[in-house]
């Protein structure tokens, strides 16, 4: 059980370009869910919390106007990367949590390349 | 904020049991991780334990937990090749209204024949 699927896995385009991720819990609903950037051999930073229905929490210093959420289901959030430039090339990955003390469970996540 | 860190790299042999360690700071943490991450791939949770239990077993895989000293064990009985990949340990407090994790900087295993 617990299974999030993360689409699309890879993703190339041109600078200048939107890019949107979807993130979807399979067999649980997932009242909260969670948006992570990693960087080469770094570990996982947080970027948003989104709950369903509100809208998300940015943590310091990630643009909320680049980084378009929506969390519009129980099972369905999305991230949209406005306006793509080489320097948002990352491993994107997202997790989703069930009731308060349920643990995260996550994507595959997707790398995001922008040429 | 809170600090969570790992030791980078361990390396050991087939069939042998392997120790990944952890500290941290939150004096408030209620609930402690370990995720493994294959290369290109997500984050699998392996196991998690309440911040009030010492101990956790299952199957290959044992969680130590000094509350006291901030100190979050994992054990890795009969070592596979398949183990191979980075382990992170997360822990979860107070902040963020208790759903953020913070992360460790991951320890990369080897396992060698």
């Known amino acids: 059980g617990a299974v999030v699927s993360q689409h699309p896995s890879w993703v190339i385009c041109k600078s200048g370009t939107s890019v949107k991720i979807e993130c979807r819990s399979l067999d649980f609903q997932a009242t909260t869910m969670f948006w992570y950037r990693q960087f080469p051999k770094q570990s996982l930073m947080l970027m948003a919390t989104?709950?369903?229905?509100?809208?998300?929490?940015?943590e310091q210093g990630v643009e909320k106007d680049k980084f378009l959420i929506n969390h519009a289901s129980l099972t369905l959030s999305t991230l949209t990367v406005t306006s793509a430039h080489p320097e948002d090339s990352s491993f994107y990955i997202c997790?989703?949590?069930?009731?308060?003390?349920?643990?995260?469970?996550f994507g595959d996540g997707t790398r995001l390349s922008i040429l | 904020g809170e600090d969570v860190e790992q030791s980078l790299f361990l390396s050991v042999r087939e069939g042998d049991s392997s120790v990944i360690n952890c500290t941290y700071t939150d004096s408030s943490s209620t609930y402690l991780y370990w995720y493994k991450q294959e290369p290109g791939a997500g984050l699998q949770l392996l196991t998690y334990?309440?911040?009030?239990?010492d101990m956790k077993q299952d199957q290959r895989l044992t969680v130590l937990l000094n509350k006291k000293d901030k100190h979050l064990s994992l054990r890795i009985a009969d070592t596979q090749t398949g183990d191979s990949a980075i382990y992170f340990c997360?822990?979860?407090?107070?902040?963020?209204?208790?759903?953020?994790?913070?992360f460790g900087t991951g320890t990369q295993l080897k396992v060698e024949l």
């Open positions: 334990i309440f911040s009030n239990m």
């Open positions: 989104s709950n369903e229905g509100s809208k998300a929490t940015y």
């Open positions: 997360a822990e979860r407090g107070l902040t963020g209204g208790g759903n953020k994790l913070t």
């Open positions: 997790s989703a949590k069930a009731q308060n003390n349920q643990p995260q469970h």
